[in-house]
């Protein structure tokens, strides 16, 4: 049996360099929780803001990473046995504990979700918090049909929700702030692809759709909500799924800034936890219905090289960690 296991540790917060590669000691099972041997880390945004000390409630050092894939090597739960493919996302994970940024996680069972398939590791750790997220907040606007707009389209979850709408047959208009990146938008299903040039895409919208979008997922978040707000169309939905731009909306007013019969909502990953809703995804992805807009891989030894290039906005799609 190992006793030690290498992991990208975050000493305090930080540039990226402050992730450092260590040997450490292997986690110990304990009731409620099993041991994963990690096959792939799908890299977040979250993590990157973790890093960079805006998390409080974190504390250092900590192995980072709010989701993993991989194979139950220690079981303390007959619903994953030793052996079993699994998915963990969210709960805490890389926060109040020790995340999937090493060759080893230890996790509570309610956190891990069996999934049989044939896809490569690093296809598999593209999908979790991504699609879970895109598909969460699709059905939190509740699309059946009409026009989306999605904010931070070249986002992982952005092309996501692109992929999963184009394939119900939405129209779709997705942002991006490069123009470079409209190609991958068009690939992924996108109809309309916006350049987001960082004022109000009012004019921008208006020309494809003169009574606004019916749906807006936005996933720039806190900078852009409010102006989402303006471009629906009058009882339409918004959702903000997303926190590219930071977590608050500074002298929110919710009378004032939301229109009458417009909804407001939002979806958190952390309520896909332990149910089927990833399967289905996996197959959806097995099926070519769903993209997986992988964009790069890297390998641990890499962790600051990738959140360098996740911080600098390089990716059009999912980054992935292979340990």
Known sequence: MRTTMRAAVCVRAGDPEVLEIREVPMPEVRDGWSLVQVKGAGLNRSELRTRQGHSPSVSFPRVLGIECVGIVTASTDPRVPEGATVAAVM???????????AEYALLPNSLLMPITTNLPWEILAALPETYLTAQGSLDALEITEGRLLIRGGTSSVGMAAASIAAGHGITVAATTRSTDKAEALTAAGVDHVLIDDGESLAEAVRAIWPDG??????????????????LVRRGGAVCVSGSLSGWSIPDFEPIAMIPSGTRLTTFHSKDAAGTTALQRIVDEVEAG??????????????IAKAHDYMENNQATGKVVVIP
């Open 91 to 101: 709960g805490e994970m890389g926060r109040a504990f020790d995340g999937g940024y």
């Open 213 to 230: 979008p019916d749906y807006v997922l936005d996933l720039v978040g806190a900078r852009t909500a409010v102006d989402s707000l303006r």
């Open 289 to 302: 219905i769903y993209r997986p807009n992988l964009d790069r891989v890297f390998t641990l030894d890499e």
